[in-house]
């Protein structure tokens, strides 16, 4: 557990915090107008190794060298380092009226740190909480101090300690505007999270499919990657067989050749099979989104009545489905591939740059 505190006066500024892997959709732009929750579990952090806000620079002024470094989607100059918080978990900050920079509906960033140490004055954080973008206090990596609470260190929890603690994603979600009577502008949709979630993993699809044709699972996986596998990827040769593997699950797969697996909640850890299986290429998914493909949570096709049977944890109707196929978010999908080394395939680039192309097509949002 830690607690931040400002560099300039020491004044403590958040209550104690437990370290967890960042989100993948911590800088998701979704729909417009829509009401996103609060990006962070109360009571945890993350840090962005990436640089991120202000200010900005374009791609023309970046040297090749470093965009092939940070990629070329990389336009932020700011400091990386960045650590989001719950901005319930904030402590002893004002907000600073003059960088109140935002679109609609809230504060969205684009003017620098917003909220001050109340202490002594000094920009510590930038408060986002704008439609269409996760509500998230981002501290400013050399404005604040981490220090460690005294007696409270935990060590990560394993990973049988993760699957039995763990919570799974659910695939669908009740999306809402800002502003907008429930009734009116509410509906059912895929999960933003799962949207990007499949961006990030479909660019390590695509890196390590070599051009080859891939193939997942059938059901909510097949449902998730394989329509945009089939039109991104050729066909012809023998595809390669992509498997769901991980915690609680048996390794009978030997010979797959690429697997869909957890990453570590708190720490960001790929898991990793023993024996043959490890040769496989890993394709991380967020650990909440996999065990819901893992182990779908069961859906009863009608009401129970009298006592809950054993096993039973509710007797509501399946959640409705989407009236739309599943679309993968773009700047999850653009976040990840630059970064990959494959991205310099002539053909990978192709995809990169006719992203908005796609999205014509219906592969991304």
Sequence with gaps: MFVFVCAGCGAELTTSLSQVTLPVHAHQKYGNGIQLPVLMEPGTFAVDSDPWGPPWRTWDEFHPDEAAARGVYALSDGAPGAIAIAP??????????????????????????????????????TRVDDCSLWQAVWLTPNAVRRLPVEGAYAAPLSWTEVLAEGKGTPAFEPITTWGSRPWVRRWWSWSPRWEAAAGQALAHLLATSKGRPVRVPDGLVEEVFQRALDALLPAGPPAQRAVLA???????????????????????EVWTPPGAAASAYPVPLPFGVWLWLAFPEPHLPIPASGAMPDGVLRDDPPAPRPHHLFRSDPGAFQHALVRLPAVRSPWLREILENVTQHRWVGLFY
């Design 88 to 125: 319930g978990d904030a402590r002893g900050t004002l907000l600073i009226p003059e960088n109140g920079g935002g679109y609609c509906c809230g504060l969205d960033g684009t003017d620098g740190p917003n909220m001050a140490c109340e202490a002594c004055g000094m920009p510590v954080a």
């Design 246 to 268: 991980g915690p609680g699950r048996p390794i009978s797969d030997v010979d797959a050749d690429i697997l869909l697996v957890p990453t570590h909640p708190q720490t960001g």
